[in-house]
C-alpha cells in the first residue's frame, strides 16, 4: 500500500529563532521499517539546549522531540516484532552502526561510530537530515522502536522514551534498590522520573531541588526526605550521606558541594548536560573513593525493560500537554523552571 509520507512538523529555522510551522517528506517504508502515527511527543530540556544551539552541534532547519508515543499505522514485509494498532515509542535514537562492540552489546548509544540521532543528526548515508518528534508521523527501523504496554497512556508514557530512560540506566547500572540511599537533583523532567524509579526499586529517596516549593509533589512522587540546596545548611546537614546522587541540572553548578554529599565509595551520575566545563576539586573525590560519572540516555533492550517496568509498576510522567503553537511559551516557562514536570505536546493539533 502507497502512503502518503508528506507530513506536517513544527522546526526551527535558526539557532534562537521560534519554532513555526514546517513541511517534510518521510521516506518510504523498507522491508524492516515501521510507519508510526505519533500522537503524542514530550518536550525535553535537551531540545531547548539543541534549538538554541548551545552544544555547539546544531542543524538547521530543525524539528526538535525524541520523546515519541503513537501507533503503528504500516509495517515492511520483514518486520517481526510489531504490527498496525500497536502502541509504540521512539526516543532518542534511529539508527547506529549495529556492528561494534557496543551496538552487539545493545548499548546503541554509545556506538563507537557515532548513533544517528531522531534528529539533530544525519542518516548513516552521511546526508540525510533526521526530523524528529514535533510532527505527525514518522518512518524507523523496527529495532529502534519500543513497545508501550498497552496499560499506560500513550500522552504520560511518551516522556519514559528520554527522562524515563535517562534516569533508569543509571539507577540500575548503580545498583538503586533496596538498603540504598539515593538523592535526586533538581526536579524537573527528568528528575521527577528519577523519583519514580528509584522509589519503585526501593531506595531511600531524597531530593535536592533550589527550593522548597515543590517539596509535597515530591513526596507524593516518592521522596521521604527533601532539601533546598539554596540553603547551604542543607550541605552541612547531608555531608556524606548518599550512595548515589543522579545530577540532571541544566545549567552550570559546582559539582564540588554535591560531591561532598557522597558516603566513602558513592557516586554521582551527571545526566544534566550544561554547555559549561564544571570543574572538580581533586580532593573531594580522593578522600572517601567518590566517583563522578555520567550516563547517556539508554541502549534499545534496556529501553524495553524499563518501559515494561513502568508498565508493571503503572509509572507515567506528571504532564501537561499543549498544542503545538503553544511550544515557544512552553521553551520560556521551562526555562524558568515553571513546568509540572513535563510538557507533552498533542500532535493531534498539528494534524488540524
Ligand atoms: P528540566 O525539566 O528543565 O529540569 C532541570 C532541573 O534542573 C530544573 O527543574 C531545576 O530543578 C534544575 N535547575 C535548572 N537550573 C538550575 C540551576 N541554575 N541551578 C540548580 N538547579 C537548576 O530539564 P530536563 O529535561 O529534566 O533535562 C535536564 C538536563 O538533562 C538537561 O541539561 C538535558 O539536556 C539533559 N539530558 C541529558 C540526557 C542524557 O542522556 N544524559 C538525556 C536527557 C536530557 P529544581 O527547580 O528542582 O532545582
Ligand atoms: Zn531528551
Ligand atoms: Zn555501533
Redesign the pocket.
Known amino acids: 500500500m502507497k502512503v502518503a509520507l508528506k507530513t506536517k512538523a513544527y522546526a526551527a529555522a535558526k539557532a534562537n529563532q521560534p519554532l513555526g510551522p514546517f513541511e517534510l517528506v518521510r521516506r518510504e517504508p523498507g522491508p524492516n521499517d515501521v510507519l508510526i502515527d505519533i500522537k503524542y511527543c514530550g518536550v ?3 531540545d531547548l ?1 539543541q534549538v538554541k544551539d548551545e552544544w555547539g552541534n546544531s542543524i538547521f532547519p530543525m524539528v526538535p522531540g525524541h520523546e515519541i508515543a503513537g501507533v503503528v499505522v504500516t509495517t515492511g514485509d520483514k518486520v517481526t516484532k510489531f504490527k498496525p494498532g500497536q502502541h509504540v515509542g521512539v526516543g ?1 535514537l534511529v539508527d547506529s552502526c549495529r556492528d561494534c562492540a557496543s551496538c552487539n552489546d545493545g548499548f546503541e ?1 554509545y556506538c563507537e561510530k557515532g548513533f544517528v540521532g531522531t534528529y539533530n543528526g544525519f542518516e548513516r548515508d552521511g546526508k540525510t537530515p533526521t526530523y524528529g518528534g514535533y510532527s505527525t508521523q514518522v518512518v524507523v527501523d523496527e529495532r529502534f522502536v519500543l513497545s508501550i504496554p498497552e496499560n499506560l497512556p500513550l500522552d504520560g508514557a511518551a516522556p519514559l522514551l ?2 524515563g530512560i ?1 534516569t533508569y540506566s543509571p539507577l540500575r547500572h548503580w545498583n538503586c534498590g533496596p538498603g540504598k540511599n539515593v538523592a535526586i ?7 521527577h522520573m528519577g523519583i519514580k524509579l528509584a522509589h519503585a526499586m526501593g531506595a531511600k529517596v531524597t ?1 535536592l ?3 522548597l ?2 517539596e509535597a509533589d515530591g513526596r507524593k512522587l516518592g521522596a521521604s526526605e527533601y532539601y533546598a ?1 539554596a540553603d547551604e545548611e542543607t550541605f552541612k546537614k547531608l555531608a556524606n550521606s548518599f550512595d548515589l546522587i543522579i545530577n ?6 559546582d559539582v564540588n558541594k554535591y560531591l561532598g554529599l557522597l558516603k566513602r565509595d558513592g557516586t554521582m551520575v ?5 554547555p559549561e566545563a564544571l570543574p572538580v576539586q581533586a580532593f573531594n573525590l580522593i578522600f572517601k573513593r567518590r566517583a563522578f560519572a ?4 539508554g541502549g534499545l533492550p534496556e529501553t524495553q525493560e524499563m518501559l515494561d517496568f513502568c508498565g508493571k509498576h503503572n509509572i507515567t510522567s506528571e504532564i501537561e500537554v499543549i498544542p503545538i503553537d503553544k511550544i515557544n511559551e512552553a521553551y520560556d516557562r ?2 524558568k ?1 515553571d ?1 509540572r ?2 510538557f507533552v505536546i498533542d500532535i493531534g493539533s498539528l494534524k488540524q
Open positions: 525535553c530540556h535537551s539546549h532518542c548509544q528520554c527522562a535517562t537533583v533538581g526536579m524537573g523532567g527528568l528528575g531530593v531541588s533550589q527550593s516549593k515543590k540546596t540532571t541540572i541544566s545549567a552550570q553548578f551527571l545526566v544534566g548536560a550544561p555520567g550516563s547517556l540516555i521551562m526555562l523552571g513546568v514536570y513535563r
